[in-house]
Every structure is written in C-alpha cells, then in structure tokens.
C-alpha cells in the first residue's frame, strides 16, 4: 500500500514525546514556529523515570513561557546529602550560589507529572500538533526539506517539514534508522529501582549512602513518592528479571514497612555511558538520550536532553525566521558535545567512588572527603558541587576574539528594577525569549552604532545602571536592585552585551569595537551587519 500524504506538515518534526521531546516543541512554539510531535505510545509514559529537575531547567520552561505549569509538581529542594559506610552524613551538597538562576538549584519531580503538564501545555498552543499512536518509521532527507514516514492506526502517514529533532530515546529510529553509531561504554553493575508511594520520608534533598555493602540511594518526593535505588549482587537479578516484592521489602525495611500495593514501579537496570557520533544528521538532530546516555548517579540524565532543547531550538527558530544562516546549526554538537562528554565522565567517577562495593577504596574516600572538609577550599569544593562541570563555550556561536572570562557562559537571571513598566522583574522576564543587547553604564551616543545590528538580530534593548545615579534618557533603563546586576556584569564595565536567547554571552565589547564585532558576527547571520551612524528612537525591546 502506498503512502497517502498526511494534511499535517510543519517546521519542525519532534520525534517523541518524552520530556525532551516535549520541551524542545515547546521551546519552539514560544518562538512562533510550527510544531508536530510524533510518538509511538498511545499516551504519554506512566513510569517515573527521571526524578530530578534543576535550575538550569526550570530557567528553560520560564523561557517556554510554562514554568508556572512546571513548578507546581515539584519539590524545592536543597541539593544531595552523601553519607559515609557508617551511614553517617559526610557533607551536603546544595550548588553555588543559591537562586542564581532563579530557582532551586535541584528539585525532585515525577516523569509521569511532567509529561502530563507538558503535554497540556502544549495542547493549547494552536502552533502545535500531538500525533500520539504514531510510529516513525524512516526519513527522506532533501537539500531543502525532509519527509518523515509513519504509521498509524490511520495508515501509513507522511510529514513534511523543515527539521527533524530525533528525542526518541535509547532506541531512538532518527539515529539507528540513520545509520550513526555510539561511543562508549556498557556497565555490567546491576542495579533495582524502586518507586514506592506513602512514603514516610520529608527530606526535600537526595540522600546517597556510600556504604560497601550496600551502595544505595533515597530521592524523596512529592506527596509520599519516594524512589529507592540499591546496588544488586551475584544472584540476586538481572535485567530481564522483574525483582521480586520479597526482595524490594528487605531492602527498603531499614526505611519503612512496605506492601505491594506501595509500589509504584520497580526494574532491574544497567547503565551506559555512550555518546552518539553524530548530534546532525543533514536536516535532522539527535536529543537526549538519542544523543547520549549517562550513568544516573549525578541525576543528569534529563537536564543534560533540556540543555540540548535550550542550546538547538532558538538556532532553529532563528534560521527559519531568515535572522541566522542554515549554517549556525552545525553548532549545536560543537557547544553541546564537550559538556555532555565531561558530565559523562563526572557521573562514571561518582558511580565508582560514591558507590563503591570496595571496603578499602570506601575508607580511603571517607578519609580523604574529610580531610577537605577541615579546609575552606575542600568545603567550597564539596558543598557547592564545584567538581559537576560548569557548561561553557569556547567555539560555537561566540565571538573567539574577544576571550573575556564571561563570553560562553550563562549569565544568571538577577532582579532588576525595569523602567518601561516600573516594575521589579527577573531579568529573563525582561529580555523574553529573543537576543538582547545590554549596554551597561554605557553613553546614549555609543547606541547609533549598534542599530543594525539589534535589527539584525531582533534583539531586545536595554541600559543596565549598576551605579547609584538614574540616567537620564528615553532609553529602557535597568537598575540593580539587590547588588545581584552587579555581580553578574561586574567584569562588563561600559561594555556592550550580546546575550543569546539560551541566556549565554555571545559577545561583549567596548563601543569604539562595534564595527569589527558586527563584521564578526555577520558570518552567522543571512545579510551582513553595518554599522549606523545616526541615532534612532530609544527601543524598548
């Protein structure tokens, strides 16, 4: 039977409907463009996969424009308690600098919950179409378009679109049906997770038990959930098993009393630790775990596919709004793939010291953790998790010549008093989902130079006063509130700065360089960027 042509054809293709998946559609339609999401399962997962969410990602749905949704099924939470072989708690891990995104730095959540809130969100965005019971079944890459082919209780389906994002998992078809392989490695360490509900357990932080014995870990979360997951032995299951209820009871009775009814789900599971070749595959990308797979003992695992979502999404956005050339998207793997692969490498060493099975390597860790903890340097260490690797580009979509420490990094979102509405507002609600050019204590005359490229790029405008005296000008002033502004462009003193809509520093520069950064940045977009030599009205953004 041939193929009948589906109405349905878009910008974009999502295929899957997991929380990556899900975050990248809705990432999109915030930006305006046309989404279908395709998913094989006939409704979204009831297994509660992923469990934790942090602030980074938490900062992604506010630019989606669904935090509000997001935050309702999670719990604020304080970070990672670790306890030695005794059971006796080591030290407490709670990030850097508490709020500095804006919201909990880690936050236990329930897949199932999120998926559901995402997928409601969705459903009311009119730029946005849900296919559930969809299977995709291959692609027909084009120089300007791909044709991605499915099956449904319908028949057979194809849709056009612009791009596909491959977020369909271990298994995903955009990769193996594309021919791109992994590397890494396999863990042959077993371990059972067990989600139970009516659980006794209040702690709003992961607890990791490092004993030999035992290894173990305690997720509490949201309304009696509670996710227990413990190192397997010889004889004791494998992965094609179910573990038996005898089994999760004796190991869970330490904690609580247990009947089978409590729980919720529970597998037996190996690990990877494998990263996909190729993240573009001519007019196809791969998220999440299409792209990579971790172990989970840094509970990375999803914010790692929501930073690709973050990273991918507004380059998309912006190539078919005609602002970037097609060419920007290469990109994507460039900046993505070397945070990905250090956080690999992190979650590999945390599995082999934190949850060692070896009694000798499980004192000398002890031994060593507190040794550091008696030093101000090993404590900030520790405690601000300053070991998980800090995502920073140094190729990509950044300007190289200027090697300023912030360019590549996050800006954090502190308070500001905005003068367009008089009001005080989290940064990221001030600059909205689009480029933004912040001039900080910079002159009214320095702006006419900067007018094509704001155009360009259709940023959003802004005078940052970190002082103590109030400009005067028609231009959209804002002021620190808190001293919060200060600390995060304290090293752009009468700076320009480019910020992309994934809130990273593109650029930064004084105003007598605008010339040589517009012809810089001119290599990512469709037209060059000039420089003006007249003032223009003030932009509100």
């Known amino acids: 039977m041939a193929p009948v042509k589906s109405p ?26 046309e989404v279908v999401v395709v998913e ?17 990602s938490l900062r992604v749905y506010q630019r989606a424009g669904i935090v509000d949704d997001v935050l309702p099924i999670v719990v604020p939470g304080t970070g990672t308690r670790y306890y030695d072989r005794h059971g006796m708690p080591l030290f407490h891990a709670r990030g850097p600098r508490p709020f500095r995104l804006g919201y909990p730095f880690k936050n236990p959540f329930a897949q199932p919950d999120l998926e559901r809130v995402l997928v409601d969100a969705l459903s009311a965005m009119p730029n946005v179409t849900l296919r559930f019971a969809t299977e995709v079944t291959g692609f027909d890459q084009r120089a300007d378009a ?89 004889g004791e299951g494998t992965p094609a098993q179910a573990p038996s209820f005898e089994l999760i009871r004796a190991l869970v009775a330490p904690y609580r009393e247990l009947t089978p009814a ?3 789900r529970a597998v037996n599971y190996r690990f990877n630790a494998v990263i996909a070749d190729d993240w573009m595959i001519g007019r196809s990308f791969l998220l999440g775990d299409a792209a990579h797979m971790m172990p989970p003992f840094a509970g990375q695992g999803l914010n790692s596919g929501i930073r690709d ?33 250090a956080t690999v490498r992190m979650s590999e060493r945390m599995g082999r010291v934190v949850m060692t099975t070896s009694s000798r390597l499980a004192d000398r860790r002890d031994a060593l953790v507190e040794r550091a903890l008696g030093t101000d340097a090993g404590r900030t260490y520790l405690e601000q998790m300053r070991y998980r690797p800090t995502q920073r580009f140094t190729d990509g979509l950044v300007l190289a010549a200027d090697r300023h420490d912030g360019v590549g990094t996050a800006l954090g979102q502190p308070l500001v008093f905005d003068t367009a509405d008089h009001a005080v507002r989290r940064l990221d609600d001030v600059l909205g989902d689009s480029w933004a050019l912040i001039g900080v204590d910079v002159d009214d005359t320095d702006w006419a130079a900067v007018r094509s490229l704001v155009d360009r790029l259709g940023a959003t405008t802004a005078l940052l006063a970190l002082g103590e005296y109030l ?17 995060e462009f304290e090293s752009f003193p009468h700076h ?3 910020i992309r809509p994934d809130r990273v520093v593109a650029a930064t520069w004084r105003p007598h360089r605008t010339a040589e950064v517009a012809t810089a940045i001119s290599a990512w977009t469709t037209q060059p960027i000039t420089t003006a030599s007249t003032e223009r009205a003030p932009s509100h953004g």
């Open 496 to 498: 320009f700065v480019l």
């Open 262 to 264: 409590q729980i919720e």
């Open 471 to 487: 400009p005067r000008t028609g231009r959209r002033v804002l002021i620190d509130v808190d001293g919060s502004a200060a600390r």
């Open 146 to 234: 791909v044709s991605v082919y499915a099956v449904s209780a319908g028949g057979p389906v194809v849709l056009e679109a612009a791009y596909v994002l491959g977020c369909d998992g271990g298994r995903s078809v955009t990769r193996l049906g594309q021919g791109v392989e992994m590397t890494g490695r396999s863990y042959s360490d077993i371990w059972l997770v067990a989600d139970t509900l009516d659980d006794p357990h209040t702690e709003r932080f992961a607890m990791h038990h490092g004993n030999p014995a035992r290894p173990h870990v305690i997720v509490p979360g949201l309304d009696g959930r509670c996710r227990y997951e413990f190192r397997l032995f010889d």
């Open 8 to 33: 349905d054809s878009a910008d974009v293709v999502v295929c899957g409907a997991g929380p990556v998946g899900l975050t990248a559609a809705a990432l999109l339609a915030a930006r305006g463009v």
């Open 309 to 341: 979502a973050a990273n991918l999404t507004w380059k998309i956005a912006d190539v078919l709004a005609g602002r970037l050339a097609p060419s920007v998207l290469a990109s994507y793997q460039v900046e993505r793939a070397p945070h990905v692969k």
């Open 40 to 56: 094989r399962n006939r409704s979204t997962s009831d297994e509660p996969k992923a469990i934790s969410v942090d602030d980074e």
